[in-house]
């Protein structure tokens, strides 16, 4: 067999601030591995900071709504930290540290938390922050008129809270989850007014309310964002270091969908920081003086080709291996990340808590493997255009895709050297509402991403069966994978306190994984973004690897 290649990487040491990777995660949830010290603030400034100025932010996309409870955009990872606070926050270790709560019991069998609140925060309207806030913030995220897509996934071990006096809430669990502190900590989960949550929740994708060190000013929808500074602001989280309002009067984000005009616009001075540089000006940018670059891992789930399990032709693992076999990951990676996507073979990010390193190089590119596992499959035949047949059937499976003007340049790179084996890889552009259609109905043979969470109950979102998309959930297990073996794992490793048993459990789900292939890993989700040098004091959040700006300033 040959071993799969690995790119080569020129990026900046991964972040592991936060290796909790997940959602709902479950009993295990910490911070990953590597030097949380990154996320401390950016460093280096020639005078003491200097309050006012505007901060112009170039963003790829529009999360469509700001309300983090009802999205799962990952732009809310910056931007709900702009508008709103956490229960919880991590520290610079990864681990669960006081914000708007100031700490907390757990009962003995895991399954009530007491939260002793802080006291003197309020939200922007006013609205004091105390146990019945916090309570029903808990209520609206699972309520099912939010329609939230990850917040009430990530709590859903929640059943009720009872109100002990103002600043202290009990909440009862369903049954032990570890991970429930490291979720409280995520951007989706931050506090909004529950004044607005009950009187005017209409207004809540416009215009949340936070308790926040800015305040959403107007919102354009696919154009721009304006925030303000709130200047009561004064209950920031330790790791920041900065105690009071925000420096910056303003921060303006604009919705800049191309890639090549929001690196342009960066180094030509339009925009101060700009998200998801384009790999191929990445050189560029780390080679310019003027401009700081951040490559950060994003714990979680790394990006991957997922396999619907449970249907032909991949409810056969033999098929599964084939397809993994035949792909050449680095070299694709190679083409399409410039050197800047770090291949991976396994189905966790590096940074995230209880990686197992000896899960890597199982997973190989091997043409002649892809060829024979196909022969013991059954599809031995070959059609004039040279695709496996069996039965009479072409081996075709389909990959819907977003919408656009040209196919995406990976997928078209996985489309022929699968070919070579003899799948027939058809990629089927699709506008986004039918896109969504499907991915929920399971109508498609293949779909990718990736999934981020401070935690590494990730497993159990994407692959526990309970996760499975039904008329009665928004489950994330996008393979549809069903195993007994690996639910058993995964339930257990939830309810297990951080530690050895917890290390050993999630070992055994990142191995069990590896023989069922539920998907063909690609590489790490990294973070990058870049912002000029005159910006100070960026802090890199505990929990996503993405600017917080509550102490950032303009030095010009």
Same mark, same amino acid.
């Given at each position: 067999?040959?071993?799969?290649?690995?790119?080569?990487?020129?990026?900046?040491?991964?972040?592991?601030?936060?290796?909790?990777?997940?959602?709902?995660?479950?009993?295990?949830?910490?911070?990953?591995?590597?030097?949380?010290?990154?996320?401390?603030?950016?460093?280096?400034?020639?005078?003491?900071?200097?309050?006012?100025?505007?901060?112009?932010?170039?963003?790829?996309?529009?999360?469509?709504?700001?309300?983090?409870?009802?999205?799962?955009?990952?732009?809310?990872?910056?931007?709900?930290?702009?508008?709103?606070?956490?229960?919880?926050?991590?520290?610079?270790?990864?681990?669960?540290?006081?914000?708007?709560?100031?700490?907390?019991?757990?009962?003995?069998?895991?399954?009530?938390?007491?939260?002793?609140?802080?006291?003197?925060?309020?939200?922007?309207?006013?609205?004091?922050?105390?146990?019945?806030?916090?309570?029903?913030?808990?209520?609206?995220?699972?309520?099912?008129?939010?329609?939230?897509?990850?917040?009430?996934?990530?709590?859903?071990?929640?059943?009720?809270?009872?109100?002990?006096?103002?600043?202290?809430?009990?909440?009862?669990?369903?049954?032990?989850?570890?991970?429930?502190?490291?979720?409280?900590?995520?951007?989706?989960?931050?506090?909004?007014?529950?004044?607005?949550?009950?009187?005017?929740?209409?207004?809540?994708?416009?215009?949340?309310?936070?308790?926040?060190?800015?305040?959403?000013?107007?919102? +354009?929808?696919?154009?721009?964002?304006?925030?303000?500074?709130?200047?009561?602001?004064?209950?920031?989280?330790?790791?920041?270091?900065?105690?009071?309002?925000?420096?910056?009067?303003?921060?303006?984000?604009?919705?800049?969908?191309?890639?090549?005009?929001?690196?342009?616009?960066?180094?030509?001075?339009?925009? /101060?920081?700009?998200?998801?540089?384009?790999?191929?000006?990445?050189?560029?940018?780390?080679?310019?003086?003027?401009?700081?670059?951040?490559?950060?891992?994003?714990?979680?789930?790394?990006?991957?080709?997922?396999?619907?399990?449970?249907?032909?032709?991949? /409810?056969?693992?033999?098929?599964?291996?084939?397809?993994?076999? +035949?792909?050449?990951?680095?070299?694709?990676?190679?083409?399409?990340?410039?050197?800047?996507?770090?291949?991976?073979?396994?189905?966790?990010?590096?940074?995230?808590?209880?990686?197992?390193?000896?899960?890597?190089?199982?997973?190989?590119?091997?043409?002649?493997?892809?060829?024979?596992?196909? /022969?013991?499959?059954?599809?031995?035949?070959?059609?004039?255009?040279?695709?496996?047949?069996?039965?009479?059937?072409?081996?075709?499976?389909?990959?819907?895709?977003?919408?656009?003007?040209?196919?995406?340049?990976?997928?078209?790179?996985?489309?022929?050297?699968?070919?070579?084996?003899?799948?027939?890889?058809?990629?089927?552009?699709?506008?986004?509402?039918?896109?969504?259609?499907?991915?929920?109905?399971?109508?498609?043979?293949?779909?990718?991403?990736?999934?981020?969470?401070?935690?590494?109950?990730?497993?159990?979102?994407?692959?526990?069966?309970?996760?499975?998309?039904?008329?009665?959930?928004?489950?994330?297990?996008?393979?549809?994978?069903?195993? +007994?073996?690996?639910?058993?794992?995964?339930?257990?490793?939830?309810?297990?306190? /951080?530690?050895?048993?917890?290390?050993?459990?999630?070992?055994?789900?990142?191995?069990?994984?590896?023989?069922?292939?539920?998907?063909?890993?690609?590489?790490?989700?990294? +973070?990058?973004?870049?912002?000029?040098?005159?910006?100070?004091?960026?802090?890199?959040?505990?929990?996503?690897?993405?600017?917080?700006?509550?102490?950032?300033?303009?030095?010009?």
């Amino acid at each position: 067999m040959t071993a799969r290649r690995r790119s080569p990487t020129r990026r900046a040491a991964p972040l592991t601030a936060v290796a909790v990777s997940a959602v709902l995660v479950l009993a295990t949830a910490c911070g990953a591995g590597g030097d949380s010290r990154a996320a401390s603030p950016t460093t280096g400034a020639s005078r003491a900071p200097v309050a006012g100025g505007t901060l112009r932010f170039s963003v790829s996309g529009d999360p469509l709504c700001l309300d983090g409870h009802a999205i799962s955009s990952g732009l809310n990872q910056f931007l709900g930290r702009i508008i709103t606070d956490t229960v919880t926050t991590l520290d610079r270790r990864g681990r669960p540290a006081p914000y708007l709560a100031e700490s907390w019991d757990i009962s003995p069998d895991g399954t009530t938390y007491t939260f002793h609140l802080r006291k003197g925060v309020t939200f922007s309207d006013g609205t004091p922050w105390n146990a019945e806030a916090f309570q029903v913030n808990l209520e609206h995220m699972r309520d099912p008129a939010t329609k939230s897509p990850l917040a009430a996934a990530y709590i859903a071990p929640y059943e009720s809270s009872r109100i002990i006096d103002e600043y202290t809430l009990e909440v009862h669990l369903a049954y032990p989850y570890t991970p429930f502190l490291y979720v409280l900590a995520q951007a989706w989960l931050g506090m909004e007014s529950p004044k607005q949550i009950r009187e005017a929740p209409e207004t809540m994708c416009d215009k949340p309310i936070g308790t926040g060190p800015f305040v959403v000013e107007s919102y +354009a929808r696919n154009q721009r964002i304006t925030y303000v500074r709130r200047d009561d602001y004064n209950w920031a989280p330790s790791w920041l270091k900065h105690k009071g309002p925000a420096y910056l009067d303003r921060i303006e984000v604009t919705i800049v969908p191309e890639a090549l005009i929001r690196y342009q616009s960066l180094v030509s001075g339009q925009y /101060d920081i700009t998200d998801l540089v384009p790999p191929q000006n990445a050189a560029a940018v780390e080679a310019n003086p003027n401009l700081v670059f951040k490559n950060l891992t994003r714990p979680g789930h790394p990006n991957a080709v997922w396999f619907n399990t449970s249907r032909p032709p991949f /409810d056969d693992v033999r098929v599964r291996r084939a397809f993994v076999a +035949a792909t050449d990951v680095a070299a694709i990676a190679q083409s399409v990340g410039f050197g800047y996507y770090p291949v991976k073979d396994n189905y966790l990010a590096s940074n995230s808590k209880y990686y197992d390193p000896t899960t890597e190089g199982v997973l190989r590119y091997d043409p002649a493997l892809a060829n024979r596992l196909l /022969d013991e499959a059954g599809w031995t035949g070959r059609d004039s255009a040279g695709y496996r047949t069996k039965n009479g059937r072409r081996l075709t499976v389909e990959l819907p895709t977003n919408e656009s003007a040209t196919p995406s340049p990976q997928l078209v790179q996985l489309q022929g050297q699968v070919k070579k084996v003899g799948f027939e890889l058809k990629i089927v552009q699709l506008p986004p509402a039918q896109l969504t259609e499907r991915r929920y109905s399971g109508d498609y043979d293949l779909t990718s991403g990736y999934w981020h969470t401070n935690t590494t109950d990730v497993l159990y979102i994407r692959y526990h069966s309970s996760e499975i998309p039904s008329a009665e959930r928004i489950g994330q297990n996008a393979s549809y994978l069903r195993d +007994a073996e690996l639910d058993a794992i995964l339930e257990k490793a939830r309810a297990t306190p /951080d530690g050895p048993e917890a290390a050993a459990l999630y070992s055994r789900a990142q191995h069990r994984l590896l023989e069922l292939v539920p998907a063909l890993p690609l590489w790490e989700a990294n +973070a990058q973004w870049a912002y000029h040098t005159y910006v100070k004091d960026i802090a890199v959040d505990t929990s996503h690897p993405q600017p917080v700006f509550t102490a950032a300033w303009l030095d010009k």
